[in-house]
């Protein structure tokens, strides 16, 4: 069975920026303090609009680089949508130069990471 690797790494994230859910449930508020510009954040939660807007703000820094692995495992952000199962932002992210080849930390592709047919036929199709 694959191991959730994104679990681990949103929990981290949430712990960094302290969004902790207990804390909103005693004051009776909604989960409002997690930040809304948090490309990874928006990634797990599968927020595809929010995503491709925050995308195409990073495409206008010439060194951001699509391919940069963006946790302690070195997934890329091909290796969550892939995970994911989003179709819709797989393709972008193709569409923007992302390597469906590129490994992580385990060797892992975004091909490997996915049971998705449909998505292994895309991440596998040239563009």
Known sequence: MFFNCLSCSL??????????IKATRR????????????LIIQLHLQNQQK??????????DPI???NKP?????????????Y????????????KGADPY?????????????DDVEIKKLLERKL
């Open 70 to 82: 963006i946790n302690r495992l070195e997934d890329t952000y091909l290796h969550y949508a892939a």
């Open 84 to 95: 994911k199962k989003d179709k819709v932002l797989v393709e972008y992210l193709k569409k």
């Open 51 to 60: 995503v491709m807007e925050l995308l195409d703000a990073k495409f206008k």
């Open 27 to 38: 004051m009776g508020q909604t989960q409002s303090n997690i930040p809304k510009n948090n």
């Open 64 to 66: 951001f680089n699509i």
């Open 11 to 20: 929990y981290e994230l949430l712990e960094e920026y302290k969004c902790v």
């Open 102 to 114: 590129a490994k992580n930390s385990r060797g892992l592709t975004a091909i490997d990471v996915t």
